[in-house]
């Protein structure tokens, strides 16, 4: 991490994009265990990674933009679980963060729904309400997934 920190105030911004990409790809490819272990320090880790691949892969990534989503990540990699606990925020009555206040991990709340489902074909709303929760959760915006989430979830439950 210090490293694509040390890139970054050089302004070499595409080195420190590609040095970051390790981080993701080692993030990625352990991410099941690591969710299973501690989700909410996930989530805080996650959220703070996904700000800083975003900074850095901007057409004209913006130096304090970068520092600050890199200075970020590292202080949630030192401290992934604040002592703050705050109230769990819902979407239609469903939960879509923790108790941290951190988004719930896209993926969960997708599968939630996919289980819900069970197979069945979705109403043409649930199923809208799907394809946006799919196609924010891949572009890593977890918050907005999970909310088109939870109203699916809300509209099956209904």
Known sequence: MSDTQTLAKKGEFTAAEKRITDLE???DKNAA???KADPSAWGVIDGAADKAFAA?????????TVMQSLNGLQTALADPVPSEVGAVQKVAGIAVTDKTGHALPCEAMIGQLRDTLGGKTAPQAVSDLQAKALER???????RADAFSAQALAMLND
Request: hydrophobic share 25%.
């Open 56 to 64: 850095l892969r901007t057409k004209s990534p913006d130096s304090k």
């Open 33 to 35: 265990k690591l969710r």
């Open 25 to 27: 790809t080692l993030w």
């Open 137 to 143: 959760c891949n572009a890593d915006d977890d918050t």
